[in-house]
């Protein structure tokens, strides 16, 4: 477990577009075509969690004598690439970019149709 954390203190951070709660869709793998909410980001791996999607099952042991095990469905992680930001309101997929507005904020929009996004 320790292994683990060293490891990914030595990785380079990955600056991510998408962040938690952006809706996405996923554009590359087994589950093409879906869409979904992000949970959680994992910049250190470059990677997100998304609701509904990916979902993998594990296997828990009883921890006391009276209980039983059970098996769990949760959702693992996908990379970052193979996702891309979904618009509800124009309905289409874009990359996202980063700009500066005329009282200095920084914000993000769509690459495609301009729309902001926050």
Known sequence: MLDSKKKN???P???MRIKKGDLVKVINGKEKGKT???LKTIPLQNRL???GINFKTRHIKPNQEGESGRIVT???SIHASNVMFFSKEKNLTSKIE???DKE???KRRLKKTGELID
């Open 104 to 106: 200095g904020v920084k």
């Open 98 to 100: 980063f700009f500066i």
């Open 36 to 38: 979904g909410e992000v």
């Open 13 to 15: 951070r990955t600056k």
């Open 9 to 11: 203190q030595n990785l």
């Open 74 to 76: 949760e959702e693992a």
């Open 49 to 51: 969690i998304i609701k």
